[in-house]
Each structure stands twice: as C-alpha cells, then as structure tokens.
C-alpha cells in the first residue's frame, strides 16, 4: 500500500505509522462522566469500508496526517495534514 504524504510524496506503508481512529471525538477534559471516558479510551469500532484514520509519517517528515481509506480493500481516497482538517483530535 502506498500513502501519498502532502509533503514527501507517494511512500510504501512502512514508512507509516498508524495512529487511530479519526472519526471519535474526545470528552471535554472537565468532564466526570465515566461511561463517555471509558467509550473514548477503550472501546473501538470496526468498521468495514471508507473510513478516516490518523497516520504519521514516522519515517520521513514526520507529519501527522489523516488518511480515508477502504477498510477492506485499502484504497485510499485522501490523504491531509492533521491539523489542517476539521473533525476529530488533531492535537
């Protein structure tokens, strides 16, 4: 599989690392509820088809990024920066 980093160009998924799921939005830091904070730590879906992941380029440039792809059949559909997308915890 390749992944075409915005800054480095296409590179073979071992220069990657993955990060996580991009879609799930964290609790606010103030928050006491234990149900919404055990959600967000331990519980994962799986999904199957399009879905948005965070990736880093671990081994170029080092960017965090956000990569849609095809669960099942790993294609990739966009690729961008982490912090230039809206959705999810780009920190």
Known sequence: ?????????????AEF?????????????????????LDYVYHRPNPAGRHREFWQHAG?????LVVERDTLTHEIF???????????DAA
């Open 17 to 37: 690392s993955y990060q996580g799921d991009a879609t799930r939005t964290r609790p606010d830091l103030a928050s006491t509820d234990t149900k919404a904070w």
């Open 78 to 88: 966009t690729v961008s920066f982490a912090r230039k997308t809206s959705g999810g």
């Open 1 to 13: 599989m390749l992944i075409d980093c915005p800054h480095c160009g296409p590179r073979d998924l």
């Open 60 to 64: 170029g440039c080092r960017a965090h």
